[in-house]
């Protein structure tokens, strides 16, 4: 479970968060195989930081910003599509669809062969 603290941070400083997070997974974040090879707990560290994003968006409105050419910040859609595309191919399930809302329970149902 995300705690207050992590989300607190998240959405004080989310580009540096995000940044320090994802640097170490940047080719996997550019390549379906690439993420699917991750070990777990590796992936597991880029599906958290995708359900933190989904909760500062929804709960505060943080999200990539196109009119902002400075904001690194990745789209969310983009990162929770990769995300789940990624544990698809890790898991051999590719018929399995976005159910929406929570990431960290999407990816679980995924990893666990939900259709």
Known sequence: ?????????????????????????RAALNDVAAYAALSEADRDVVVRWAETRRRIKEEYGIDHDPENLADPLLPLQILRAHVLEGE????????????????????????????
Request: charged share 30%; aromatic share 4%; net charge positive.
């Open 1 to 25: 479970m995300i705690d207050a603290k992590e989300l607190a941070l998240a959405r004080e400083h989310p580009r540096g968060t995000e940044r320090r997070r994802l640097l170490p997974y």
């Open 88 to 115: 698809r191919a890790a898991a051999g399930n590719r018929s399995f669809a976005d159910p929406g809302g929570n990431v960290v329970v999407a990816i679980a149902a995924v990893r666990l062969g939900a259709k």
